[in-house]
């Protein structure tokens, strides 16, 4: 390395710490390359003071030979010119050499060391093989030189004293010296580092704490403050460095908020000097010394500050790689340094300000683009756009102040305005001079002519514009654009203008902002007039004479606009323009005489209709008229108005105040057209009952189409409408000469209702002179029906539920609809059996009351009723149409007693009548029974079906009992209803007209009172003559009256029933024995159980057809199956459980079974319970052939079945292969017959036993206790 005699250059990115080198300069000339190329490889930790996180830093130096010269003087605050280390270099090995010179030399550079007080330093011994061999004979150790070095200079600090070994020869010990060395190196320069940074914050700090004193200068402190930034920027730490700066600037931003607030500081006087120079920023050097030595003198202004400040936070945010951060850091830095001229009321030339703006934009947009690709530059344009708007508004106003905007070109006023702010540029500077899009040329350019501006001015306004779009920043774009509009009307140009205004217009409605809107349609119209559109100026005139934004004044302009062209033609077959209505006024309730909105054909009908004028005078109308639409469609309810009235006041519309100034819009608007939604009711024909209800969209075809994002054509206040012209030709509602005051305005009309069907308001037009104001879409839809109805009878009961059995009365309803009663007009009703007509009692005879539309009684008539035996005649009153007629009669529905039916009778009209049928309701326990009647009316060829349901109050129930022979008959009446009565005459009769029985009744009471949901029984005895026969058929008859009721009004009640089977053909006894040698029954001692089966009567005729089964001895023998089984778990069957007996066909036959039974418990014991079956061999075929494919038919059971379900009752079934065999599953895969068991009915088996109990002792048991004693 050459040594460099001139004073090191600092102030550039490409200094480094300062390292002197004394001593020999050749030996360290030889190791400088290696020395300078090996110190930054390795990193170093840095741990700072004040408990700041630890970096790790890649350490260089600049080394330099050592010169007094460069060892700081008191007061020096210079760290980039302060030398951090010392080193002293030598390759000494002869004693005599080292007395001689080496450490007189030695002594002299400590010393001057001392005395500047610089304590960083090291003495480095470089021992080379090449030495030893010229000097063996005066060489002395090398540790014994060393030692001698150590003594002298380094007493306390051994560590000051290295030895580097062969640095030039590739061997490990060169390495491993090296490598020692280099980390010694590098520790000494961070702990000098650390020292004398951490000395220098102090003194910084302390002199930023004496800024309230007088005398404190923030140039001085900021130049201190610099040096600390300058330090780290040499130690790559840009981060650290850019704190400083933004220290520094937050710390003159306070400064200068101070001072606006009333608490200014002296120093800040130099920057309040008149602006003299705007020549912008400066970010393409490093440094900008010419502004820096500014400030170091104190001569700098508050622009050349800020300007100098922020280029070097630019410098370090590139070198950061945060480029973005730089163009807000820009934006914020414009507006802050206009702000702070005008609090410090610095003196500035009109027009400096927006072109040191203009230029200082282009500069940062120039310098991103110089680090960053034009893909980066792309994507991230939502960083630069603000820069890109800002510079084209600061153009704009640089061009309307020097009059490039104005029509007749600039004054000579204006020339030298130019002249001057050009001068305040200056020259431009040697960095730009080459460049041909240079921020200095393209603003000298601009403000040399009306074209150059023009040009420019476009193109960095479309620039903005085409960036805010890419981003989404609709708004803003639209922003941009209005200004672009204002430079057109300036320039005379209003097609350009208007397309603008209309996008920034757009963007005001949706978002409600008021006064912009005001403002806004201002301007479109002052474009529509120069244009001469017609239409479209009377459109934006009347939306801003509907504007509570503006002045009486302008509001009376723009509606004497309108006023004014709509008296001008008085022809009245010329074109009408058509304008919004929405603008003009407003719709805010309409109101239908009457209120139901559903009158029938012909009928008065009246709409009043509530206008909000939103004019500031009063306006004559020629005509006022709203459109129908007329359909053909029903109404779900005729007579009630459409969904859109179902609100709590009938027959009032409330519609949506809408919004005259552009506020926000409905909802239901802003997204397009309005629904018009109906419902639609599907109902029965017959009834008139409801089957399903839905909703559909009349105008789906507007609703669905597709609309732009960016616009929308159908908001109101916005654009204008598309013209919708009235149908002269069509029903309408009108009203002539009208005069609508300003405010709420009430507007009767007659609408109306000659056809039936559905009327639906679709627009309203209000006229005046050649201007129609119309309102396309009237929503909440509006509709009246005029409807033309057919009779309806309808026939309902008074009350709920219709009990069966008594009198109940029922309303019969005509509607008469468009049909008039005339006189002898008369309903007639088909008789029946089921359910007679009563007629009325001469007491109280019947009356008709006779309703208007609105349910409002008008009158009231008697009817003439006449009964034959199939027909009951009604003579109807005189009643005019669209009335009801409303009437009670009393019907009576017989309650079936049975299945028997006469045979099939017809109707009036040859029908066959069908018989009313019972069936359970599942909402409720009572038998219910529909009725059906047929009415011949005047109006119809045709018969009218009506049902009524009915409900029987009782549900009865009969049983057979028995007692050995004894036969007793038992009648449950249950009163199902909600209503008690009283029950007499409760009688019990054969069916038979030869009465073989004789029914003895065991009732005590005469009449009994059967509560809701309560039960009375009734009993008789059976006595026979001869014998008893197989089948009785009875009928069970009483009367019954509710208990509220007198008891003349007693009606019968009958229940028929059938009883088979109900000879009593066996009876059954049981005797438990105690076991051998025992007088009582113990428990868990074997018992014996014998059961007797004793044949009472002789077989019948079908009994032996049946049950004739084989011969025994010469008798007939049937057989029969035995089971006995303790559901009580009382008792254990031992041995067969269950088995076969072959029974004679005699009377008194007797089969004794003795059976071994085990009592488990102590005490009385009911006797295990005893059933006996009917076995049915595979031969006897029942009366019905059953399915091969099913073991059961009816009330058999299968043996098979049978014991499957009882295997863990019984063992005897399982151990007879017979029974299991004729049950194999071979068999039943084959179809073939089973043996069956078939059940005895009721009272055929009398068991004498059951209810029995025996009594049961303990067992006795013995117990033995051993016991020892020792």
């Known amino acids: ?141 090398r540790s014994s030189i060393v030692d001698k070095i150590r003594n002298d200079f380094c007493n306390k600090q051994n560590d000051r004293c290295v030895v580097l070994s062969d640095p030039l020869k590739d061997s490990s010990r060169s390495q491993e010296s090296w490598s020692s060395f280099l980390l010694k190196l590098r520790t000494l320069l961070l702990m000098s580092f650390t020292k004398n940074l951490g000395r220098f914050e102090d003194d910084m700090r302390t002199l930023r704490e004496k800024r309230t004193q007088p005398g404190w200068s923030f140039c001085e402190y900021f130049m201190v403050q610099e040096e600390l930034a300058f330090v780290f920027e040499m130690l790559q730490q840009f981060e650290d460095a850019l704190v400083q700066y933004d220290e520094l600037d937050a710390l003159f931003t306070q400064y200068v908020l101070n001072f606006g607030a009333g608490d200014g500081a002296n120093w800040l006087g130099s920057f309040c000097a008149p602006v003299k120079a705007w020549s912008g920023l400066l970010l393409r050097r490093p440094i900008d010394m010419e502004k820096r030595e500014g400030i170091q003198r104190g001569e700098a202004s508050l622009l050349d500050l800020r300007s100098y400040l922020f280029s070097r936070q630019c410098t370090l945010l590139i070198f950061l790689q945060r480029p973005w951060e730089v163009t807000h850091r820009a934006l914020e830095l414009l507006h802050t340094c206009v702000q702070e001229l005008r609090l410090l009321e610095v003196s500035v030339l009109e027009g400096a300000l927006d072109c040191w703006v203009f230029l200082s934009c282009l500069e940062v ?127 005379a140009d209003p097609d350009h203008a208007e397309s603008f205004l209309q996008d920034a217009l757009r963007s005001y409605v949706s978002e409600g902002w008021k006064l912009p809107v005001t403002h806004t349609r201002k301007q479109i119209a002052a474009c529509q007039k120069l244009l001469v559109r017609t239409e479209d100026y009377l459109q934006t005139s009347a939306l801003l004479a509907g504007d509570g934004n503006l002045t009486n004044e302008e509001r009376e302009h723009f509606c004497q606009e309108i006023l004014t062209f709509a008296g001008q033609s008085t022809d009245s077959k010329a ?84 919004s005259s100034s552009g506020g926000p819009l409905q909802s239901s608007l802003a997204g397009g057209p309005a629904l018009e939604l109906d419902e639609i009711q599907d109902r029965s024909p017959s009834d008139n009952s409801l089957n399903s209800a839905g909703m559909v969209c009349k105008n789906t075809h507007l609703v669905m189409r597709c609309h732009d994002s960016g ?36 507007i009767v009309f007659t609408a109306p209702s000659g056809d039936p069907g559905t009327y639906t308001l679709r627009q309203l037009c209000a006229t005046v002179g050649q201007v129609q104001f119309v309102l396309p879409h009237i929503y909440p839809l509006v509709q009246y029906e005029v409807y033309s109805q057919e009779p309806q009878l309808t026939v309902e009961p008074l009350t709920e539920p219709l009990l ?101 009778e017809r109707l009036t009209n040859g029908e066959v009548r069908h018989r009313p049928r019972s069936y359970s309701h599942p909402d409720t326990p009572m038998t219910a029974i529909d009725q059906r009647m047929s009415i011949d009316c005047p109006w119809s060829i045709y018969s009218t079906l009506l049902a009524l349901t009915f409900y029987i109050p009782f549900k009865t129930k009969h049983s057979l009992l028995s007692a050995g022979n ?20 409760q009688h019990l009769t054969e069916q038979q007209q030869e009465c073989s029985l004789e029914l003895q009744s065991l009732n005590t009471k005469a009449q009994q009172l059967v509560s809701s949901k309560q039960c009375v029984f009734c009993l008789w005895e059976v006595k026979w003559k001869a014998c008893l026969p197989a089948c009785l058929q009875c009928v069970f008859s009483a009367s019954f009256s509710p208990s509220a009721h007198q008891t003349s009004s007693f009606k019968p009640y009958h229940y028929d029933f059938q009883l088979e089977r109900v000879t009593t053909l066996y009876s059954l006894r049981a005797e438990i024995l105690p076991g051998a040698g025992e007088q009582s029954c113990h428990s868990g001692t074997l018992c014996g159980l014998e059961v007797s089966i004793t044949r009472l009567a002789e077989p019948s005729e079908g009994e032996e057809e049946v049950e004739g089964q084989g011969e025994a001895e010469g008798l007939r023998t049937t057989k029969l199956m035995y089971e ?87 063992a005897s079934i399982r151990s007879r292969g017979s029974v299991l065999s004729v049950g194999s599953g071979e068999q039943q895969q084959r179809g073939l017959p089973m043996p069956r068991l078939e059940p005895f009915s009721p009272g055929q088996v009398f068991n004498h036993s059951q209810g029995l109990q025996v009594l049961v002792l303990p067992a006795t048991d013995d117990h033995v206790l051993e016991v020892n004693a020792t």
């Not at 003795?1154 to 009385?1164: Q, T």
Request: glycine share 6%; net charge neutral; charged share 20%.
């Open 1124 to 1210: 006995v089984a303790d559901s009580s778990s009382s008792w254990a069957v031992c041995g067969k459980s269950s088995g076969l007996v072959s029974m004679p066909l005699a009377a008194c036959a007797t089969h004794k079974i003795h059976i071994e039974v085990m009592p488990l418990f102590a005490g009385h014991l009911p006797f295990p319970k005893i059933q006996v079956f009917k076995y049915l061999p595979h031969s006897a075929l029942p009366a019905i052939q059953p399915d091969p494919d099913s073991c059961v038919e009816n009330d058999t059971l299968s043996l098979l079945d049978k014991a499957l379900d009882d295997q863990a009752d019984t």
């Open 365 to 491: 947009l120039h310098r991103i683009e110089g680090c960053c690709d034009p893909a980066q530059l792309a994507a991230n344009c939502s960083h630069t756009v603000g820069l890109w708007a800002y510079a084209t508004d600061k153009l704009k106003c640089l061009g309307y102040l020097c009059g490039l905007v104005s029509d007749q070109g600039p004054t000579s006023e204006d020339l030298n305005r130019t002249v001057d702010l050009l001068a305040g540029l200056g020259d431009e500077r040697p960095e730009t001079v080459s460049s041909l899009q240079s921020p200095y040329k393209k603003l000298k350019e601009a403000l040399s002519s009306v074209e150059a501006f023009e040009r420019h001015y476009l193109e960095l306004s479309h620039a903005a514009m085409e960036m805010y779009r890419a981003i989404g920043r609709m708004r803003s774009a639209r922003l941009v654009g209005k200004s672009l509009a204002e430079f057109y009307m300036r320039k």
């Open 966 to 985: 004894r036969k007793f008959i038992q009648v449950c009446v249950q009163n199902v209803s909600d209503v008690s009565f009283h029950l007499t005459e």
């Open 1 to 141: 390395m050459e040594p460099q005699e001139e004073k090191p250059i600092i102030y550039t990115m490409e200094n480094k710490p300062i390292v002197t080198c004394a001593g020999d300069q050749a030996l360290f000339t030889s190791l400088y390359t290696p020395l300078a190329q090996q110190l930054p490889r390795e990193p170093m930790e840095w741990r700072r003071t004040y408990g700041r996180a630890p970096k790790m830093i890649h350490l260089e130096a600049n080394f330099v030979q050592f010169k007094e010269d460069l060892l700081p003087k008191e007061g020096n605050k210079a760290l980039l010119t302060f030398p951090f280390l010392h080193i002293y270099w030598t390759d000494c090995c002869d004693t005599e050499v080292y007395k001689s010179s080496v450490k007189e030399d030695m002594t002299r550079w400590q010393s001057s060391l001392r005395v500047h007080g610089s304590a960083d330093w090291v003495i480095v011994v470089v021992e080379t093989s090449d030495a030893k061999k010229k000097n063996k004979t005066n060489i002395l150790p």
């Open 711 to 746: 616009s929308s054509p159908d908001l109101p206040n916005c654009v204008s409408p598309a013209p919708v012209a009235m149908d002269d030709g069509a029903q309408m509602l009108k009203t002539h000469n009208v005069t609508l005051l300003p405010g709420d305005n009430s």
């Open 575 to 658: 074109q009408k323009v058509a304008l919004s209505m929405t603008a003009f006024a407003q719709l805010t309730q309409l109101q239908f005489r009457p209120a139901t909105a559903s009158v029938h054909s012909g009928a008065a009908l009246q709409v009043e209709l509530r206008l909000r004028s939103l004019m500031p005078v009063p306006v004559p109308l020629e005509q006022l008229a709203a459109s129908l639409h007329f359909s053909l469609e029903q109404a779900g309810t005729l007579g009630r108005a459409k969904g859109a009235l179902r609100q709590p006041n009938p027959g009032i519309v409330h519609f949506p105040p809408g």
């Open 804 to 904: 069966a059995g008594l009198p109940q009365k029922v309303r019969f309803t005509l509607q008469t609809g468009h049909y008039s009663v005339k006189k002898g007009d008369a309903l007639q009703l088909s008789n029946t059996d089921s359910m007679p007509i009563l007629p009325p009692s001469p007491s109280s005879p019947c009356a008709a009351t006779i309703l208007n539309a609105a349910s409002e009684r008008v009158g009231e008539a008697s009817l003439s009723i006449q009964a034959s035996e199939k027909v009951t005649s009604i003579v109807l009153p005189l009643t005019p149409p669209y009335h009801t007629l409303e009437f009670q009669l009393e019907v009576l529905c017989v309650i079936p007693s049975g299945p028997h039916r006469p045979p099939g």
